[in-house]
């Protein structure tokens, strides 16, 4: 069993304390959702533990030839997705610029007409018999990553009169701690609807937002075949220094 | 002018959304088979030692309703506070669970082996926890909070030290409720709002 892998890291420094200011605002009347489901009371704040330094670790052996190409995996290979094919690929880092290796990247979306395939969701536009919608992969030791995939529909949400979220893709991060989890959406360059969505809104940060938005790679790209859309993240970094533990005498 | 500091700025979160499950716990979403192996599915395997436990309850919003659609994921130590990796740890215990609520009634169940202590970096000894962290639909960036344990010492714990609302102290301590049986709700709002961490 163990689904993790032993971690090479539990002496390193604290983990740098969060910037609240570079995330969504957590209460945003925009986000009707956002209202009754926000704490109204201060987070308690202390320097990290190996509670949240330490983290599940995760190999090779849990990925399937296909984890990470999401126009083939739905159906293990036999027949593509609809959509128009692009390639995201990007860097993880931390907080100190430094690469995060082997850090788990999984990735969900809608299908190119907007639907995802999940029980709950009931919008009309039709399930892609040839696409799932998720897939995963690790980073490799320089941090970087990719993945085969198409490109998103937008789609109607229920929230004010008349919403849509823009074309988006949902990541999520394990770093090398607990400490570090991050869930985020990758949105794509030129998207009229980045700008009238109330999701993307909680940022209110411009430049935090501007760094969830994709730009055509067309370097990246393969003639004949797909686009590549760039996609780097940070994650949470670890005080670096010598000075950590207080030592006999001081 | 002064020099650049050479750090960047972390990634700004982003709600789940209510089909977080698609990518993270498949067989939830309806999409059994996608992955050969999902992750988290346990946080023990057979033959975990300590005692196995079952921590029951909800994620409640702040008119009281319960979530259908929060995702969870715990992480904790082995019996003895040994987590994976570190040296003469239990093979059986990988630490690490993802679990949801249950889309009709909202309910979660955590079975898993009953946490040691651990150290802080300092020295003081934090008494037995487990790191919870819980996004959704709605939820702007997860939140982070612990369970402890009624019928643990939690004393001298650093963390519970610094509540300066003793009131609030429940919120972060699961009751028994039978033998291996404990209750903890996540009240994300409200009079009985849980004490949310930054760490």
New interface residues.
């Given amino acids: 069993?163990?689904?993790?892998?032993?971690?090479?890291n539990?002496d390193a420094g604290?983990?740098i304390?969060?910037?609240?200011a570079?995330?969504?605002?957590?209460h945003?009347v925009e986000?009707k959702?956002?209202?009754?489901?926000?704490?109204?009371?201060p987070?308690?704040?202390?320097?990290?533990?190996?509670?949240?330094e330490?983290?599940?670790?995760?190999g090779h052996?849990?990925l399937?030839e296909y984890?990470n190409n999401l126009i083939l995996?739905?159906t293990k290979g036999a027949a593509p997705a609809i959509g128009e094919r692009i390639r995201v690929h990007g860097r993880v880092?931390?907080?100190?610029?430094r690469p995060v290796p082997h850090a788990?990247v999984?990735?969900?979306q809608a299908n190119a007409g907007g639907r995802?395939?999940?029980?709950?969701?009931g919008y009309f536009a039709p399930l892609d018999p040839n696409f799932?919608?998720?897939?995963?992969t690790l980073t490799d030791s320089e941090g970087y990553y990719e993945f085969l995939t198409i490109r998103p529909g937008a789609y109607p949400w229920p929230n004010r009169g008349n919403d849509w979220r823009p074309m988006h893709i949902?990541f999520?991060l394990f770093g090398h701690s607990?400490?570090q989890?991050?869930?985020?959406?990758m949105y794509f360059e030129g998207d009229p609807l980045i700008d009238q969505c109330p999701?993307?809104a909680?940022?209110k940060?411009r430049a935090?937002?501007d760094?969830?938005v994709a730009p055509l790679d067309l370097g990246q790209s393969r003639p004949l075949d797909y686009l590549a859309y760039k996609f780097d993240?940070?994650?949470?970094?670890r005080r670096q220094t010598m000075f950590?533990?207080?030592l006999e005498g001081m | 002018m002064v020099q650049k500091l050479n750090s960047l700025v972390e990634s700004a979160s982003q709600t789940a959304g209510p089909y977080v499950h698609i990518g993270c716990m498949p067989s939830y979403a309806g999409n059994a088979g996608a992955y050969d192996c999902e992750i988290g599915e346990s946080p023990i395997a057979e033959g975990a030692k300590g005692e196995i436990i079952e921590i029951t309850g909800e994620v409640i919003d702040g008119t009281a309703w319960a979530l259908r659609d929060a995702m969870l994921e715990s992480w904790q130590p082995d019996a003895a506070g040994k987590f994976p990796g570190q040296p003469g740890a239990d093979p059986n215990v990988s630490g690490f669970c993802r679990f949801a609520v249950d889309p009709d009634i909202g309910k979660f169940t955590l079975r898993t082996v009953k946490p040691g202590a651990v150290t802080t970096r300092n020295g003081a000894m934090q008494a037995p926890h487990i790191s919870l962290w819980i996004v959704a639909r709605g939820i702007n960036i997860g939140l982070q909070t612990r369970i402890y344990f009624e019928d643990e010492d939690n004393s001298s714990d650093p963390l519970l030290a610094r509540i300066e609302q003793k009131n609030r102290l429940g919120t972060l301590v699961a009751k028994k409720s039978g033998p291996g049986q404990y209750a903890f709700d996540v009240v994300l709002q409200g009079d009985r709002e849980t004490v949310f961490l930054d760490i």
Avoid at chain 1, 132 to 136: I, L, M, P, Q, V
């Fill in positions: 069993m163990p689904d993790t892998t032993p971690d090479t539990t604290p983990l304390p969060r910037n609240r570079a995330h969504p605002q957590v945003d986000y959702t956002s209202v009754p489901r926000s704490p109204r009371w987070l308690l704040s202390m320097e990290s533990t190996p509670s949240e330490t983290g599940p670790r995760f052996d849990i399937g984890d995996n739905w880092l931390d907080e100190n610029a788990l999984e990735v969900w995802y395939r999940h029980v709950k969701d799932g919608g998720c897939g995963r949902h999520s607990f400490g989890r991050l869930i985020t959406q999701i993307a909680t940022v940060d935090q937002l760094n969830l993240i940070v994650l949470r970094g950590e533990n207080k």
